[in-house]
């Protein structure tokens, strides 16, 4: 009796704990700051496919910027990994985004693109700005290395959702990214960019797609939910980019023309 007390007393123990363990890593920290910013001073056109960003309000509000920065930079590396998947990765699409609009408003409205902050010696995004896990970064450390890296989410429309404060990049989204919410957010970003004819579109016999295409080419030829191409990626979009049939079955078997449009690094400054 005693021996089947303690058996059932060790199963309750363990059963506690992993539901301990559990709800630690469905923890999802809190955007809330970041998302009254940008629902605040983030301007949505047309029909959500573009965004800019009213920068002077952002400079206005950047005391509550500044906090949220400072509450991402106090998350522990232990902490971070006994989150979720898709919470980790929101967590770094929204540090990348937020601490891209604070790097802008060091010099704005001084300059003209995100690319005026870097020098002769070192782009912009090769200058440690973020403070993450008790270390300062570089915005390419943040992408490259933890979303995109070796140990990173094998996420390509993870380049539909970081946003570095240009006229070409995909539009910065109204709201923050959110682990319970980060399937159904990573595909609307995807299908807003690639329903945006300035930056994807047929002309002829050619699909004409952005510069994300060609720049992160090997991302979407990792086998992506069964997509080993660029073109296959974008024949799963064919509603998006308004294909016809034939197209989308020689995008398929990669016999269809693809070519790169130039990219604007203009600042996404609401106007």
């Not at 090769?126 to 933890?146: I, K, M, W, Y």
């Not at 939910?225 to 024949?235: H, I, K």
């Not at 020689?250 to 693809?258: A, K, N, P, V």
Request: charged residues 25%; contains cysteine.
């Amino acid at each position: 009796m005693h021996r089947e007390w303690g058996s059932i007393t060790a199963a309750m123990t363990t059963a506690i704990i992993m539901l301990m363990v559990s709800g630690s890593a469905r923890a999802e920290f809190d955007h809330g700051p970041w998302g009254q910013l940008l629902e605040r001073h983030v301007k949505v056109l047309d029909e959500r496919s573009t965004t800019q960003v009213d920068y002077a309000g952002m400079a206005a509000d950047h005391e509550q910027l500044t906090a949220y920065l400072d509450q991402l930079a106090a998350v522990s590396q232990a902490q971070f990994d006994g989150w979720t998947e898709p919470d980790r990765l929101a967590f770094l699409i929204n540090v990348y985004n937020a601490w891209t609009v604070d790097y802008i408003l060091t010099d704005y409205p001084d300059l003209d693109s995100i690319r005026d902050l870097g020098s002769l010696f070192r782009s912009a995004w090769s200058r440690p700005v973020v403070d993450l896990f008790g270390e300062q970064v570089t915005l390419d450390h943040v992408e490259h290395e933890l979303i995109r890296g070796p140990d990173g989410y094998g996420e390509p429309r993870i380049h539909f959702a970081v946003n570095c404060a240009s006229v070409g990049c995909p539009a910065l989204r109204w709201e923050p990214y959110i682990g319970d919410r980060l399937e159904e957010q990573l595909e609307s970003a995807t299908r807003l960019f690639l329903a945006d004819r300035s930056r994807n579109r047929l002309d002829g016999n050619t699909l004409r797609v952005s510069q994300i295409f060609n720049w992160y080419e090997e991302d979407f030829e990792q086998g992506w939910r069964g997509t080993d191409t660029v073109g296959q990626f974008l024949a799963r979009y064919t509603d998006s980019l308004d294909l016809p049939d034939n197209v989308v079955d020689e995008l398929e078997s990669g016999d269809f023309r693809i070519r790169f449009l130039s990219y604007d690094w203009s600042l996404n400054n609401a106007r």
